[in-house]
């Protein structure tokens, strides 16, 4: 089972930094016994880790060595692989790069490393029925991609970043297959790689009559990409930790 991490983004949003976003320290973590800094990526490197993945593939941009000098070659055991996205083309191209590594059958893991989510084990919710999104409620859904299901969790519609919201609950990650992920690098490509948001790809995927699911598995999401975001995960953190 493969965990893709995009981790080519520059973080505007809380820049000026002096290394990339995802190695910001959010929390602590005990090494043989002695406390030290957490990076806001090994939350969800834990999580897919805890969800049974093999290998992890970290899409970065030209200039994150950093994270290839914090990771080496593997976490615990698992093994890591760096692909470079040359450009900031966005959310899509990120995931897209890579496919090469990912044959048809084997399951994919896909998670946004600048985030810090609850329960723990909220990727094991996710079965094998296809593309389907771990969905969190949030207070703030015209923030992220809002995901309205019908009744038996199908999705109907992902609403990209949109005033008026109509639902409280967005994916903060998803499962699907190798073939299914190439199916959508190909619509992708079909549309003239213009979709740099997956919400806007997933629409045309389900216009198309593909089919996608959401499981309302998530107690808590936060986007550590801004000071506000940064400031709700120590608080948090400190409410799971009391």
């Not at 923030?143 to 199908?154: K, P, Q, S, T």
């Not at 990209?160 to 903060?172: C, S």
């Amino acid at each position: 089972m493969w965990g893709i991490i995009p981790a080519a983004g520059v973080g505007s949003r809380i820049q000026p930094l002096a290394f990339s976003k995802e190695l910001l320290p959010v929390g602590s973590r005990l090494d043989h016994g002695r406390e030290s800094p957490r990076a806001v990526s090994e939350y969800l490197i834990d999580r897919m880790l805890t969800a049974g993945v093999t290998h992890l593939c970290m899409v970065i941009s030209p200039g994150k060595s950093d994270l290839v000098a914090y990771y080496g070659a593997g976490v615990r055991g698992v093994p890591v692989c760096y692909v470079v996205q040359p450009e900031p083309l966005g959310l899509c191209d990120a995931i897209f790069r890579a496919l090469p590594f990912i044959g048809p059958e084997e399951r994919v893991i896909i998670g946004l490393p600048d985030t810090i989510w609850f329960p723990e084990d909220g990727l094991t919710r996710l079965g094998d029925q296809g593309l389907s999104f771990l969905l969190f409620p949030v207070a703030h859904p015209e923030r992220f991609d809002a995901v309205v299901l019908d009744e038996g969790g199908r999705v109907l519609e992902i609403q990209v970043k949109r005033d008026g919201a109509t639902t409280p609950w967005v994916w903060g990650a998803l499962t699907l297959r190798g073939a299914e992920l190439a199916a959508l690098h190909r619509l992708h490509v079909e549309r003239d790689r213009q979709d740099a948001y997956l919400g806007t790809l997933v629409n045309a995927h389900l216009e198309r009559g593909g089919v996608a699911w959401g499981v309302r598995a998530g107690e808590s999401y936060v986007d550590v990409g801004t000071f506000d975001g940064y400031r709700e995960a120590l608080r948090l953190l400190q409410g799971k930790a009391a």
